[in-house]
């Protein structure tokens, strides 16, 4: 595969086929040389000019992060790209347009890959619950295996939810496939009340020439109902129409509303943000199966695709985050300014149906980035750090971010970590697509480098190594006790 790739969205199986589910136990991967961790300094971090931006693969940080571990993406996997991540216990799971992995993790500085599973169909968007694990399938294949090809969207293609037992970490088992109308780019995890059924929330959009089933406008999502002790009886149980008046209508340079990308649900509160190409909504989700939208807002000026949303603890604001230019453009410089293919920090006040969001900022990393270098803000979650908003994020080649949005008004980074260009000479697709925090560490999924496994040593997120989650699905956002 070529390494330069066009955008995330148009990324899908990149014409590999498979020849079945084969699962690879491989030895562990040797972790890279780790870095001394600085004394960790308060001081805000500066910005960064075009003379010093790092070289060819250079990693520069601010003093407060060190990288911890390394563990190339291994073969079969490799003649493809990195996409999601999902934690459970001593374990991370690793999406792949090719199929997923599997590390143990009980020793950050030395995680071991357990086995990887080849199973094509772009772009495996991963969440994991008890002894299942779910991958989305978003390109139309020749049918529901393993095995299957990309073929030309028809009546017979199929496209959705693959669901596998993974109870054997070393062995994991394809049980059940569920097909949903134009196929899942990405899907949440929702737990019921009852622990014997989990919902999951299927994301997509596009138009309907490109995904098997989908009717224009695709404004809907699917809802898929788990047995977690029977998941061969799943089932698409309701199909809500989001966007009744068809949502936003677009604008030169920003996204019409034809599904949403991602929605991230806060189940303690019964809430979830759902990022829908033109438009940002928030949602009343107590009733699993028929989720409402109770507040809808628009950036027309600054906004072009709403792609990915976060909670703060406390449930009163909302990070939204703009993919200009799809994640394969070069938009972190001053050509296209701090506001752009930024964060947007929302306060939610309110109570019941009357609960609105209303923009307080943007924020984008202040450092500018090569033009050789596809840099926007992707994929992240809060550090659980007592009385503080902290988040850490991804931001493709413009590498991890970790930022305060204790006042919306001012957000500030506080940490980077970064690997200069994969190319001085042409935009070439790469860096980091999710970067989360988990029981004390940072784990990112580098598209082309595999996963880094990082440490932030400063007081300020000090408290977030006393929270342990047993198991954490980005999209589906914990509350945690500081302590």
Same mark, same amino acid.
């Given at each position: 595969?070529?390494?330069?790739?066009?955008?995330?969205? @148009?990324?899908?199986?990149?014409?590999?086929?498979?020849?079945?589910?084969?699962?690879?136990?491989?030895?562990?991967?040797?972790?890279?040389?780790?870095?001394?961790?600085? =004394?960790?300094?308060?001081?805000?971090?500066?910005?960064?000019?075009?003379?010093?931006?790092?070289?060819?693969?250079?990693?520069?940080?601010?003093? +407060?992060?060190?990288?911890? #571990?390394?563990?190339?993406?291994?073969?079969?996997?490799?003649?493809? =790209?990195?996409s999601d991540l999902a934690f459970q216990g001593r374990y991370v799971f690793v999406?792949?347009?090719?199929?997923? *992995?599997?590390?143990?993790?009980?020793?950050?500085?030395?995680?071991?890959?357990?086995?990887?599973?080849?199973?094509?169909?772009?772009?495996?968007?991963?969440?994991? @619950?008890?002894?299942?694990?779910?991958?989305?399938?978003?390109?139309? !294949? /020749?049918?529901?295996?393993?095995?299957?090809?990309?073929? +030309?969207?028809?009546?017979?293609?199929?496209?959705?939810?693959?669901?596998?037992?993974?109870?054997?970490?070393t062995a994991p088992r394809y049980v059940k496939s569920v097909q949903t109308a134009?196929?899942?780019?990405? @899907?949440?995890?929702?737990?019921?009340?009852?622990?014997?059924?989990? &919902?999951?929330?299927?994301?997509?959009?596009?138009?309907?020439?490109?995904?098997?089933?989908?009717?224009?406008?695709?404004?809907?999502?699917?809802?898929?109902?788990?047995?977690?002790?029977?998941?061969?009886?799943?089932?698409?149980? #309701?199909?809500?129409?989001? %966007?009744?008046?068809?949502?936003?209508?677009?604008?030169?340079?920003?996204?019409?509303?034809?599904?949403?990308?991602?929605?991230?649900?806060?189940?303690?509160?019964?809430?979830?943000?759902?990022?829908?190409?033109?438009?940002?909504?928030?949602?009343?989700?107590?009733?699993?199966?028929?989720?409402?939208?109770?507040?809808?807002?628009?950036? $027309?000026?600054?906004?072009?695709?709403?792609?990915?949303?976060?909670?703060?603890?406390?449930?009163?604001?909302?990070?939204?985050?703009?993919?200009?230019?799809?994640?394969?453009?070069?938009?972190? +410089?001053?050509? =296209?300014?701090?506001?752009?293919?930024?964060?947007?920090?929302?306060?939610?006040?309110?109570?019941?149906?009357?609960?609105?969001?209303?923009?307080?900022? &943007? %924020?984008?990393?202040?450092?500018?980035?090569?033009?050789?270098?596809?840099?926007? #803000? @992707?994929?992240?979650?809060?550090?659980?750090?007592?009385?503080?908003?902290?988040?850490? *994020?991804?931001? &493709?080649?413009?590498?991890?971010?970790?930022?305060?949005?204790?006042?919306?008004?001012?957000?500030?980074?506080?940490? &980077?970590?970064? !690997?200069?260009?994969? /190319?001085?000479?042409?935009? $070439?697709?790469?860096? $980091?697509?999710?970067?989360?925090?988990?029981?004390?560490?940072?784990?990112?999924?580098?598209?082309?480098?595999?996963?880094?496994?990082?440490?932030?040593?400063?007081?300020?997120?000090?408290?977030?190594?006393?929270? !342990?989650?047993?198991?954490?699905?980005?999209?589906?956002?914990?509350?945690? !006790?500081?302590?």
């Amino acid at each position: 595969m070529s390494r330069a790739l066009p955008p995330p969205r @148009h990324l899908r199986t990149l014409g590999l086929a498979a020849t079945g589910l084969l699962l690879i136990g491989l030895a562990p991967a040797a972790p890279s040389a780790a870095q001394t961790a600085p =004394v960790a300094d308060p001081a805000p971090v500066s910005a960064q000019s075009p003379a010093t931006i790092p070289g060819v693969d250079e990693i520069v940080s601010s003093p +407060n992060m060190r990288l911890v #571990a390394n563990t190339p993406i291994g073969e079969p996997l490799n003649t493809s =790209v990195n996409s999601d991540l999902a934690f459970q216990g001593r374990y991370v799971f690793v999406g792949n347009y090719n199929g997923f *992995q599997i590390h143990d993790i009980a020793r950050p500085e030395r995680p071991k890959l357990v086995s990887q599973v080849l199973c094509p169909g772009s772009q495996n968007d991963i969440s994991v @619950h008890g002894d299942l694990l779910f991958l989305s399938t978003d390109s139309p !294949r /020749s049918d529901d295996s393993c095995a299957s090809d990309r073929v +030309n969207p028809d009546q017979t293609a199929w496209e959705g939810i693959k669901i596998f037992d993974i109870s054997d970490k070393t062995a994991p088992r394809y049980v059940k496939s569920v097909q949903t109308a134009c196929g899942s780019h990405t @899907h949440t995890l929702v737990p019921s009340r009852a622990r014997n059924t989990v &919902y999951l929330y299927v994301s997509s959009y596009g138009p309907s020439d490109t995904y098997v089933g989908c009717s224009r406008p695709h404004d809907s999502i699917s809802i898929i109902k788990v047995p977690v002790k029977n998941p061969t009886a799943s089932s698409v149980v #309701a199909v809500p129409n989001l %966007f009744p008046d068809g949502g936003y209508e677009g604008r030169p340079g920003g996204s019409a509303t034809s599904g949403c990308h991602d929605i991230t649900v806060y189940p303690e509160k019964d809430l979830a943000a759902g990022a829908c190409m033109g438009d940002g909504i928030l949602l009343d989700i107590a009733d699993r199966e028929a989720p409402r939208v109770i507040n809808r807002v628009r950036d $027309t000026e600054n906004f072009a695709f709403w792609h990915s949303a976060t909670f703060n603890n406390a449930g009163t604001k909302v990070v939204f985050v703009d993919e200009l230019g799809g994640g394969g453009a070069a938009t972190c +410089n001053a050509t =296209v300014g701090p506001n752009r293919g930024a964060n947007a920090v929302y306060d939610l006040s309110g109570k019941g149906d009357a609960r609105k969001l209303t923009f307080r900022s &943007y %924020f984008k990393i202040p450092r500018a980035n090569a033009d050789t270098e596809n840099c926007v #803000a @992707h994929n992240g979650s809060l550090l659980p750090v007592k009385g503080r908003d902290i988040m850490v *994020q991804s931001w &493709y080649q413009g590498g991890i971010s970790v930022w305060d949005f204790t006042d919306s008004t001012k957000p500030k980074e506080i940490g &980077y970590w970064e !690997r200069g260009p994969l /190319s001085d000479s042409e935009l $070439t697709f790469g860096g $980091t697509w999710s970067a989360y925090y988990y029981n004390g560490y940072i784990y990112s999924s580098d598209t082309i480098k595999g996963l880094d496994i990082l440490e932030i040593n400063d007081p300020r997120t000090a408290s977030a190594k006393l929270t !342990r989650f047993q198991e954490f699905n980005p999209q589906t956002q914990p509350s945690y !006790r500081s302590r």
